[in-house]
């Protein structure tokens, strides 16, 4: 960069913005919501769900009350539960594990790659007669290598459901994150690419009896007369969430496309910083299309780096608290992961969000050259 900038606040997440941004709009969807009484389970929540489907191609979609409870429920309709194993990739948010673990089956990390998703080879090694699925986590906005996944799946007969929180959108060999396994869980989390204004979910499945099993699970095990035919959770989707939802949906591909520039800001002015570790650049590798839901970086001097940032007014974050999974003692792991537990020391998020600007962007940059004695 030519020219010194001022100082400014760029927080990781701005928060506000998700509402503030968007205020007149979501105002106008409550007021139309609770005028008419519509709060659980009404049009706006079928008419989203439809929408999702259409956008992901999944055959169906359901709104759940979180992606944890989706990805509890994907397991259980599977027909996953006690004495089975489950394999994971170490480098996720520990609510994966937890899903595999509330279905009563025990969650096998295992390795992440250069990519910090699950390591196919890893995942290979991991598989015991006690296997019966592999969950990857489609990270940070990008898509697991599926084939390889895939043909690990078809040669042992296991099946894969997907943790695709970070990854509406995000596609491999043009398609959608979601859409490979039996079925997967999508996160609405405020923060997330598609975010509500509280917890929120969907999951997808293009199988018929599994859409069946959790549109029962998902609502105390009723069907849509009412009748109780199975033992069933709460785990709905709030109507008004479903609402704002919608009307995001509709203007989704915006949301990526700026995600997407500010990737290729970042890939511009920080690819000649030999201490970093970028990710791939958008368009960079034609099996990928990636939303960049996170900007994760590996870095020389992490730590020192975050605090340099920090007195600079610059937010970032080391996703899970700076653990992988495994990595929790009171969980009962007995692994050693070491690639994934060194990725830990490097690792580091940058603030990706549609609230950033370019000059946002180019401070953030200007400052890391500065931390490393670039001009």
């Known amino acids: ?25 979501l105002v106008s969807i409550f007021r139309d919501v609770g005028r008419r009484g519509a709060f659980i389970a009404q049009r706006d929540l079928r008419d989203f769900e439809r929408h999702l489907a259409a956008f992901t191609g999944a055959r169906y979609a359901l709104g759940v009350s979180n992606a944890t409870d989706g990805l509890h429920i994907a397991l259980r309709a599977a027909g996953i539960g006690p004495g089975d194993e489950v394999i ?17 089956a025990t969650p096998v990390p295992v390795e992440c790659g250069p990519d910090h998703l ?16 592999i969950m990857p986590t489609q990270l940070n906005g990008r898509t697991c290598n599926m084939d390889a996944l895939q043909a690990i799946a078809d040669k042992h007969g296991l099946l894969i459901i997907e943790d695709a929180a970070q990854a509406l959108g995000s596609r491999f060999k043009g398609r959608q994150a979601g859409t490979f396994g ?3 869980a999508i996160s609405f989390y405020p923060a997330k690419t598609l ?52 009307y995001k949906l509709a203007r989704y591909d915006q ?22 570790v970028l990710p791939p650049a958008p368009d960079s590798d034609p099996d990928h299309f990636d939303i960049y839901q996170n900007y994760e970086i590996e870095a020389e001097r992490r730590d020192d ?44 998020m940058l603030p990706m969000n549609r609230s950033l600007s370019n000059d946002d962007v180019e401070y953030v940059c200007q400052t890391i050259r500065q931390f490393y004695g670039y001009r």
């Open 195 to 246: 975010g509500c204004l509280g917890d929120g979910g969907a999951v997808l499945t293009n199988d018929e009896d599994m859409h069946r099993k959790m549109f029962l699970l998902r609502d105390h095990g009723r069907d849509e007369t009412g009748e109780v035919v199975m033992w069933g959770l709460n785990t709905r989707l709030d109507n008004l969430q479903a609402a704002i939802l919608d």
């Open 88 to 104: 994971f990739c170490s480098h996720t948010m520990v609510a994966t594990a937890a899903a595999i673990h509330f279905a009563g």
């Open 1 to 25: 960069m030519a020219f010194e900038r001022e100082p400014r606040a760029v927080p990781f997440f701005n928060y506000p913005f998700v509402f503030t941004s968007l205020e007149d709009d």
């Open 182 to 184: 039996i079925a997967s």
């Open 255 to 276: 949301e990526i496309a700026r995600r997407r520039e500010i990737a290729s800001l970042y890939q511009q002015l920080l690819q000649d910083v030999s201490e970093l």
């Open 118 to 133: 699950m390591d196919p080879a890893a995942a290979a090694a991991a598989v015991t007669p006690r296997t019966r699925a």
């Open 305 to 348: 780096l975050r605090a340099y940032l920090k007195e600079h007014g610059i937010g970032t974050l080391i996703q899970w608290g700076g653990k992988a999974v495994h990595q929790f003692e009171k969980l009962g792991f007995k692994v050693s992961l070491p690639y994934t537990e060194r990725m830990f020391t490097r690792c580091l």
